[in-house]
């Protein structure tokens, strides 16, 4: 079995990548390095069944043998990225969906489209079911991202519609864990980051607001079709969303951090109330996958690099310093 991987070298494709060859997958992954990282490769470079090509989906895209699964996760995703770029994140959305959707009709593959909660845009129920079609101001400074992104779901589901081809859209909610750059501006490592160096933690607006995180391995157990939910022509799931179906676990219990899944859930928050890091109903570094997150003698990570899990037995175990405190700010930092 064979699959393309957009995306590949960054956060949530590598994790992508080293689930499916473990399962014995022949992986071909894709990537122009534009928020991604080789070094998240590294421990691939030699595998026999892994091949990384450096190539844009923006333009045509060729795959060297026939593939099963095309996973399109190329896109800049945090907003600080998708701001810097804003019309090369509307091509990689666009085109780049054209392109890859190309493949999957042309070897009858599976399709899954990474898409976002932002396609909700500033929605106005909480949590969003599928159902609701969102609020999104289409000149914002965010349309460029979830313009984008509301396109690549409509361009999928007409390339189901028109050509049969088995397309899974995952909306997926504030996803973190190791790999994560620290400076992209994330909320949650921003806050690990804060944290490391025994500084405030940043809490925009105040403080009522809340968020649905999924820690990845949840995502990519979860969120994968083939193994957590989906259904052909529509929402794979939304991980991340209380509820989401991004596991086995997740839509019978109606709630958790996140819908996540398996051993990450924590106990379900009360009805409508998301589980956020912030909010007191977090489940603590290890349950949450926070401690796996950042390294909590990190330097390097504070210093602005990429987040490592934390060692074992490693002295904050992942704990906020004490004594750090939280601080209010207008605005919420953006989701991925
Ligand atoms: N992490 C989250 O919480 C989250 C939430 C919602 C949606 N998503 C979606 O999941 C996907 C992956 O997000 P991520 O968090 O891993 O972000 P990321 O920035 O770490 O990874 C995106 C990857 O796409 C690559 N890329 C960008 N443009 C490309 C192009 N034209 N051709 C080839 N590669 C290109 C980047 O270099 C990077 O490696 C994105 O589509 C994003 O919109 C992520």
């Known amino acids: 079995m064979r699959a393309l991987i957009t995306g590949a070298a960054g956060f949530l494709g590598s994790h992508l990548c080293d689930r499916l060859l473990q399962e014995g997958w022949e992986v071909e992954g894709l990537d122009n390095l534009l928020t991604g990282r080789e070094e998240n490769l590294a421990h691939l470079r030699g595998h026999p069944r892994?091949?990384?090509?450096?190539?844009d989906v923006t333009r045509p895209v060729e795959v060297s043998e026939p593939v099963e699964l095309v996973l399109h996760f190329a896109s800049?995703?945090?907003?600080?990225?998708?701001?810097?770029?804003?019309?090369?994140?509307?091509?990689?959305?666009s085109l780049g969906t054209l392109h890859t959707l190309g493949v999957a009709k042309r070897y009858g593959a599976r399709y899954v489209l990474a898409s976002t909660s932002e396609v909700y845009g500033d929605p106005e129920v909480h949590p969003q079911p599928e159902e609701y079609w969102g609020h999104v101001n289409p000149v914002g400074p965010r349309s460029v991202y979830d313009?984008?992104?509301?396109?690549?779901e409509a361009l999928a589901t007409a390339y189901?519609?028109?050509?049969?081809?088995?397309?899974r859209v995952l909306r997926i909610?504030?996803?973190?864990?190791?790999?994560?750059?620290?400076?992209?501006g994330r909320a949650v490592p921003t806050f690990i980051v804060q944290a490391l160096r025994g500084e405030p933690?940043?809490?925009?607006?105040?403080?009522t607001q809340t968020r649905s995180f999924c820690y990845v391995d949840d995502l990519v157990e979860g969120g994968v079709p083939g193994r957590g939910g989906g259904?052909?022509?529509?929402?794979?799931?939304?991980?991340?969303?209380?509820?989401?179906?991004a596991g086995p676990q997740a839509g019978a219990a109606g709630a958790g951090a996140g819908g996540c899944a398996g051993a990450h859930r924590p106990p379900a928050p009360p009805a409508g109330r998301p589980a956020a890091a912030v909010s007191g109903h977090h489940p603590g570094p290890e349950a949450s996958g926070l401690g796996a997150t950042g390294d909590p003698g990190g330097?390097?990570?504070?210093?602005?690099?990429?987040?490592?899990?934390?060692?074992?037995?490693?002295?904050?175990?992942?704990?906020?310093?004490?004594?750090?405190?939280l601080k209010s700010r207008a605005v919420l930092p953006g989701p991925g």
């Not at 892994?50 to 190539?55: K, N």
């Not at 909610?173 to 992209?184: A, E, I, V």
């Open 50 to 55: 892994f091949h990384f090509r450096r190539h």
């Open 76 to 93: 800049p995703a945090s907003p600080r990225d998708y701001l810097q770029n804003p019309i090369h994140t509307m091509k990689v959305d």
């Open 147 to 152: 313009e984008a992104k509301r396109f690549a």
């Open 160 to 167: 189901h519609r028109e050509h049969g081809v088995d397309v």
């Open 173 to 184: 909610f504030n996803t973190y864990g190791p790999r994560m750059r620290s400076d992209d």
């Open 201 to 207: 933690l940043t809490v925009y607006g105040d403080g």
């Open 231 to 245: 259904r052909a022509g529509g929402h794979g799931a939304e991980p991340g969303q209380p509820g989401g179906g």
């Open 299 to 325: 330097r390097a990570a504070a210093d602005g690099g990429v987040l490592r899990p934390a060692a074992v037995g490693a002295e904050a175990g992942g704990r906020v310093p004490r004594g750090t405190a």
